[in-house]
């Protein structure tokens, strides 16, 4: 099993064959390109992760990510990073298991609905499919928040680690 730590968050991948922490300076150099936090790489599918946590205790400028929220600015941030990501794992031939973009957005505060709703402007905003393309380019996009995380992925999946242990 593969445990990650991002944030105030340890995230398992027990089935996963691989993780690859994506956002990663020292593996893209000086490159501009945005980039999901993790890619977790199972036989049949891969696993676009990427993770939000204005709940996280320390966190700086909750507002300000508010805003981000509200305007439509952190969808276009995360479809870029979808984009960007996918980029590059063509060009290292790495584009021939479905995609499941995952973005976990821990903020407790956030009505259900809401969700929902940006949800459907990052499937709009990437595109999922184009009537040009033989294949879409994910198999899914979903954003969750804590609790929608685990009963997908299970209870013991995601711990915040400020609450010590599960």
Known sequence: MTTVQEYDLEIAF???NAVIHFDNSAYHGNSTMQRVDYIAEYGDRSLFVEIKDPDNPTAQNVPAFEQKLNSGKLVQSLSGKFRDTLFFRSIQGKDDQRVVYVVLLSMKKLEAALLLAKQDE?????PIRHVDWVRDCAASCIILNIEQWKKRFGDQSI??????VV
């Not at 711990?159 to 010590?164: A, D, L, P, V, Y």
């Open 14 to 16: 027990p089935e996963a």
């Open 122 to 126: 990052l499937k709009k905003s990437i």
């Open 159 to 164: 711990r915040r680690i400020s609450e010590g």
